[in-house]
Each structure stands twice: as C-alpha cells, then as structure tokens.
C-alpha cells in the first residue's frame, strides 16, 4: 500500500496529524510548518524514532509546505566546520522563544536567534539592529549591520525564513527591545 497513490495521501495525513499534535502540545495552536518549526519537530516529537523515519516525516512536511530546499553548498577542500549548535539544541532554542508568554517577545527572541545563530552577529550588533534593518529580495534575506563594522549579511537558512517574517511583524525600534505594533506601552519604572 505504501507505493500506492491511497498509501502517499495516507502517510501525509498520519505525518500531517503527528505535526498537529506535537504543535498544539507546545502551546502553537495551528502554525504553518517552517524549517525550524520541522527540525523542532523531528528533534523533540520524534525523539527515539530512526534517522530514516525523521527524513521521511522532514520531506513529508517540506512538500506539503511547498518549501524549496536550499542549494547545495560548494564543495570546498579541507574540513567542515563544526556547527556550533545541534538540530536539538537549535530546536530547543526556538521552543523557547515559541514559549515566550507574550507573542512579541516571542518574535523578538526568533529575530535575535536568527541574526544571532544564522547571521553570525556579535552581542554589540544584535543590540544596535533594527527591525527595518532586515532585508527580505525574493527568497533571500539579509540584515544590514551598522557602526564600525558596517556590513551586509546574509541570514542562513533556517533562521531567514524565520528572522525575515518576525522582524516584519516588530516595530521599527531597537529588535533587542522591540514590541508588536499592537502591543501594550511598557510600564515605567519611575516612581517604584
């Protein structure tokens, strides 16, 4: 059955359903799948599950998602450098900005995690951005770092996807800061 036509439809349902289940688990109510909100899945609701089941379920998702996959990377002689976080780690990372009682604070963690794991920005850079800084050319997505170093950058796949939608969503202030337009003012602090 699994060749089949009937056993295709029924294996994006039963890997659609597990998706569902593990996103409403973690307080996400229904989102639509992204390459980090895939490999948190894979990381955390597919744990013990073999390398080949977590393939399927990661391709599953991806074509129903209509997701196009990066382009290889060149092939360079010498060795790959070590990623400095694991696809669990970098799971658990988004599961903690998701897990943000307020949903700005949510994307605001997401666009410091992008510029900051999938940029390579340094904690001096992160401070200064802003989110009009984040710039999205087709399915591209880069961010323009002001001060001494001023440079532009290109945000790694996942975390431009991610970076590129919830920066889009922050106000025009500092990211490090920022607060959803629809947001409440903060509270001062004078008078306590």
Not at 102 to 115: I, S
């Amino acid at each position: 059955m699994l060749g089949t036509a009937g056993g295709g439809r029924r294996r994006q349902q039963v890997v659609a359903n597990g998706f569902a289940r593990f996103c409403s688990a973690q307080g996400l109510g229904d989102p639509a799948p992204s390459h980090l909100l895939i490999e948190a899945f894979c990381a955390q609701g597919l744990a013990g599950r073999t390398d080949a089941t977590k393939g399927t379920y990661r391709s599953v998702l991806r074509q129903r998602a209509g997701m196009v996959l990066p382009p290889a990377r060149p092939g360079y002689s010498g060795a790959a450098a070590k990623a400095p976080y694991t696809d669990a780690e970098r799971a658990e990372l988004v599961a903690i900005c998701c897990a943000q009682p307020k949903r700005w604070r949510g994307e605001a963690a997401l666009v410091v995690l992008a510029l900051g794991v999938g940029a390579g920005l340094r904690s001096g850079e992160l401070v200064r951005a802003r989110g009009t800084d984040v710039l999205v050319s087709g399915d591209r997505v880069a961010v323009t770092v002001c001060g001494p170093r001023a440079r532009t950058v290109a945000v790694g796949a996942p975390f431009g996807e991610v970076g590129a939608e919830a920066a889009q969503r922050l106000s025009r202030g500092l990211i490090a800061l920022a607060r959803s337009r629809g947001a409440p003012p903060r509270q001062s602090s004078q008078g306590k």
